[in-house]
T-cell receptor, first 114, second 113 residues
Framework: QKEVEQDPGPLSVPEGAIVSLNCTYS??????FMWYRQYSRKGPELLMY????GNKEDGRFTAQVDKSSKYISLFIRDSQPSDSATYLC??????????????FGKGTLLTVNP | DAGITQSPRHKVTETGTPVTLRCHQT?????MYWYRQDPGHGLRLIHY???????DKGEVSDGYSVSRSKTEDFLLTLESATSSQTSVYFC????????????FGPGTRLLVL
């Protein structure tokens, strides 16, 4: 079982739709959860960051973490064509020291059609 | 790009030649990372550094070496490039106080013929 599983898509939605992106994980030590957005031929950009369980909202984006189910989600409301990108989930534990390694999902390709 | 530059941005080289990629940051961050990104594999950690001259291996370090003689520069060297090292290479940093997160540079596209 891979440590982080993410549906690769592709996911195609009409403009204005609500988008739900998800990752599951197996390592119960993960405490920090991130979502990155990567446009074509660009570097990943940190979009959302949450610690432990709960929700975090930033504009049209909401990140949810359910540690009991080992499941994280990113919701995009009122999706726009400019949201078309690959979305990567990432997570790390709190072992710290010299070892702050992220474990990434493989990414979901999202296309928002005008 | 969190003050990160990568050079070169594109490179074509031949099998067997050495290649060095440079990551430069302007904020004196302690932690720096090198990843490669390939279709079907996602982002994979090659090497990372937690200070000047302090480096360690990631999950795909075979065929790669790194050096960090100054805080601002983290070099990735392919000792003898192979076609399997054709990839997009990303450098990343962790800002102080948020070491559990990473910010990425723009990437270097490397083609090994």
């Amino acid at each position: 079982q891979k440590e982080v599983e993410q549906d690769p898509g592709p996911l195609s939605v009409p403009e204005g739709a609500i988008v739900s992106l998800n990752c599951t994980y197996s390592n119960s030590a993960f405490q920090y959860f991130m979502w990155y957005r990567q446009y074509s031929r660009k570097g990943p950009e940190l979009l959302m960051y949450t610690y432990s369980s709960g929700n975090k909202e930033d504009g049209r984006f909401t990140a949810q973490v359910d540690k009991s189910s080992k499941y994280i989600s990113l919701f995009i409301r009122d999706s726009q064509p400019s949201d078309s990108a690959t979305y990567l989930c990432a997570m790390s534990d709190d072992s710290g020291g010299s070892n702050y390694k992220l474990t990434f999902g493989k990414g979901t390709l999202l296309t928002v059609n005008p | 790009d969190a003050g990160i530059t990568q050079s070169p941005r594109h490179k074509v080289t031949e099998t067997g030649t050495p290649v060095t990629l440079r990551c430069h940051q302007t904020e004196n961050h302690r932690y720096m990372y090198w990843y490669r990104q390939d279709p079907g594999h996602g982002l994979r950690l090659i090497h990372y550094s937690y200070g000047v001259k302090d480096t360690d291996k990631g999950e795909v370090s075979d065929g790669y070496s790194v050096s960090r003689s100054k805080t601002e520069d983290f070099l990735l060297t392919l000792e003898s490039a192979t076609s399997s090292q054709t990839s997009v290479y990303f450098c990343a940093i962790s800002p102080p106080g948020m070491e559990e997160t990473q910010y990425f540079g723009p990437g270097t596209r490397l083609l090994v013929l």
